[in-house]
């Protein structure tokens, strides 16, 4: 089993940016596929982004513009570049994990973060 460990989350302002790590353990990643899902107070966990074991990279179509995914197999390490962040949003961003290819369904992944904090203030 992967354990997974975000951080970097916290208060900013609209407008401002965030970058959020996923510090993964238990086993090396560099065949597993990462995303990154957010769940808002009141609503459902939502697909935010993905990266499959080569690097392909996938974004719900809000993000694709201001949210950069990324990955470091040496470090087993997965970051998520936010900009022009918008008070909306403000949620939990979990990180998750699973072998093989990426895909934008929660349900398929295996492993998962306890999520970290980000709140934005307009």
């Known amino acids: 089993q992967v354990q997974l460990v975000e951080s970097g989350g916290g208060l900013v302002q609209a407008g401002g940016s965030l970058r959020l790590s996923c510090a993964a353990s238990?086993?090396?990643?560099?065949?597993?596929?990462m995303a990154w899902f957010r769940q808002a107070p009141g609503k459902e966990r939502e697909f935010v982004s993905a990266?499959?074991?080569?690097?392909?990279?996938y974004y719900a179509d809000s993000m694709k513009v201001r949210f950069t995914i990324s990955r470091d197999n040496a470090e087993n390490a997965m970051y998520l570049e936010m900009n022009s962040l918008k008070p909306e949003d403000t949620a939990v961003y979990f990180c998750?994990?699973?072998?093989?290819?990426?895909?934008?369904?929660?349900?398929?992944?295996?492993?998962w973060g306890k999520g970290t904090q980000v709140t934005v203030s307009s």
């Open positions: 238990g086993r090396t990643l560099s065949s597993y596929a």
């Open positions: 998750a994990a699973r072998p093989g290819m990426a895909v934008l369904i929660e349900r398929l992944y295996e492993s």
């Open positions: 990266i499959g074991p080569g690097g392909t990279t």
